[in-house]
């Protein structure tokens, strides 16, 4: 299934609140129960062989290659958002034309099973675009999916961005997605920082592509446990708790 799908993983962060401890380390390198964040979303994908993943770094970037020094990686300077983060990747797939895997390297707790299903609905459905989605009554900073008056994709609508009614949508978009080559690289030349963080977002590409005729789909193979991103202090002991008790170790 794997066989024609490799992988970008945005892992460029500085972690600013995670600093509070005096740790210098970029957010990817922090640890939660003994490991490195970026190492459990790396054994989450480790259905690709390594030469397959490209790390998206930038600061300390460094140290994340010396770090994981058996995967390709490209540098993002400035960190102008998401879909400049993979913009930056575009040259380590010329003449790629598979389907691509586009992650966060700071999401330790979603498991393989997850990325598996989100690429077998993404290639049975026969969509451009299969982004992952969970379900949670938790006030989490994540982006609103919209859904049409059908139920299908819309559009979404990142948290700094919602509307009092979109802030209140409780399927959110975890921000892993499965995009066939050639579209992702066309929707990213569309791309403009027209939203309150100046940025340029990867979530309006599948919004353009939907917009041009495209199938986009919405896989709900996330729990809301299994979403939970690494910010701040807190949320690295929330992680690191539950990695233990996944571990019996709690």
Same mark, same amino acid.
């Given at each position: 299934?794997?066989?024609?799908?490799?992988?970008?993983?945005?892992?460029?962060?500085?972690?600013?609140?995670?600093?509070?401890?005096?740790?210098?380390?970029? =957010?990817?390198?922090?640890?939660?129960?003994?490991?490195?964040?970026?190492?459990?979303?790396?054994?989450?994908?480790?259905?690709?062989?390594?030469?397959?993943?490209?790390?998206?770094?930038?600061?300390?970037?460094?140290?994340?290659?010396?770090?994981?020094?058996?995967?390709?990686?490209?540098?993002?300077?400035?960190?102008?958002?998401?879909?400049?983060?993979?913009?930056?990747?575009?040259?380590?797939?010329?003449?790629?034309?598979?389907?691509?895997?586009?992650?966060?390297?700071?999401?330790?707790?979603?498991?393989?099973?997850?990325?598996?299903?989100?690429?077998?609905?993404?290639?049975?459905?026969?969509?451009?675009?299969?982004?992952?989605?969970?379900?949670?009554?938790?006030?989490?900073?994540?982006?609103?999916?919209?859904?049409?008056?059908?139920?299908?994709?819309?559009?979404?609508?990142?948290?700094?961005?919602?509307?009092?009614?979109? =802030?209140?949508?409780?399927?959110?978009?975890?921000?892993?997605?499965?995009?066939?080559?050639?579209?992702?690289?066309?929707?990213?030349?569309?791309?403009?920082?027209?939203?309150?963080?100046?940025?340029?977002?990867?979530?309006?590409?599948?919004?353009?592509?939907?917009?041009?005729?495209?199938?986009?789909?919405?896989?709900?193979?996330?729990?809301?446990?299994?979403?939970?991103?690494?910010?701040?202090?807190?949320?690295?002991?929330?992680?690191?708790?539950?990695?233990?008790?996944?571990?019996?170790?709690?």
């Amino acid at each position: 299934m794997a066989e024609n799908c490799k992988a970008i993983i945005m892992a460029a962060g500085k972690g600013t609140r995670l600093r509070t401890d005096g740790v210098d380390l970029p =957010k990817v390198l922090r640890e939660a129960a003994g490991r490195p964040l970026l190492s459990y979303v790396l054994e989450g994908l480790g259905f690709l062989a390594p030469e397959d993943i490209t790390l998206v770094v930038g600061y300390e970037g460094e140290k994340v290659a010396a770090a994981f020094p058996n995967y390709p990686k490209v540098f993002q300077s400035p960190q102008l958002g998401t879909g400049h983060a993979v913009q930056c990747a575009e040259s380590a797939f010329q003449g790629f034309e598979g389907h691509i895997f586009v992650c966060n390297g700071d999401m330790p707790l979603l498991p393989r099973k997850s990325y598996e299903a989100l690429l077998e609905q993404h290639l049975r459905e026969g969509n451009v675009c299969t982004l992952m989605a969970a379900v949670t009554d938790d006030p989490l900073p994540y982006g609103r999916i919209v859904r049409d008056q059908e139920g299908g994709f819309l559009r979404i609508v990142e948290d700094k961005d919602c509307t009092p009614e979109e =802030k209140r949508i409780r399927e959110l978009n975890t921000g892993d997605y499965v995009f066939e080559a050639g579209h992702l690289w066309r929707a990213l030349t569309t791309l403009r920082p027209d939203n309150a963080q100046g940025e340029y977002y990867i979530t309006d590409a599948p919004v353009w592509l939907r917009k041009q005729g495209k199938k986009v789909g919405v896989c709900a193979a996330c729990t809301a446990e299994d979403m939970i991103g690494v910010n701040d202090v807190e949320q690295l002991r929330q992680v690191e708790e539950i990695i233990k008790r996944r571990r019996g170790e709690a």
